[in-house]
């Protein structure tokens, strides 16, 4: 998955697809899929203020404003509401390998 601040929503999208038993998406559906998952993601941090908002680091408006720009990057709170908008458990390796660490 390219680099390019939807990256997360790329990455989580071509693999809802892919259990999906989809093809795998084009580099232009990815992009597409990823832009409508943000803002999906961005509809249920609103919807879910009550419970989000305490953990998020910024004053909420101006955050969820801010995840609707398209090269914003996504982290752990976007990926909680990815697994609520797909309705799907996502699991999250971290390869520590490409910092020097074995």
Same mark, same amino acid.
């Given at each position: 998955? #390219? ?5 997360? %929503?790329? !990455?989580? &999208?071509?693999? &809802?697809?892919?259990? &999906?038993?989809? /093809? ?8 597409? *899929? !990823? ?6 993601? !961005?509809?249920? %941090?609103? =919807?879910? #203020? ?5 953990? $998020?680091?910024?004053? %909420? ?6 995840? =609707?720009? /398209? ?8 990926? *909680? ?6 309705? *799907?458990? $996502? !699991?999250? %390796? *971290?390869? =520590? ?6």
């Amino acid at each position: 998955i #390219r680099g390019d601040g939807r990256c997360l %929503f790329r !990455a989580v &999208a071509y693999g &809802a697809c892919l259990r &999906a038993g989809k /093809p795998c998406p084009s580099e232009s559906l990815q992009k597409e *899929l !990823a832009d409508e998952l943000r803002s999906n993601v !961005a509809d249920e %941090f609103v =919807r879910r #203020r009550g419970d989000t908002e305490w953990f $998020l680091e910024e004053d %909420f408006d101006t955050y969820v404003t801010h995840i =609707r720009q /398209p090269h914003i990057w996504g982290g752990e709170p976007e990926l *909680l509401m990815c697994s609520h908008v797909l309705r *799907l458990i $996502l !699991a999250i %390796f *971290l390869i =520590r390998s490409f910092c020097g660490n074995k």
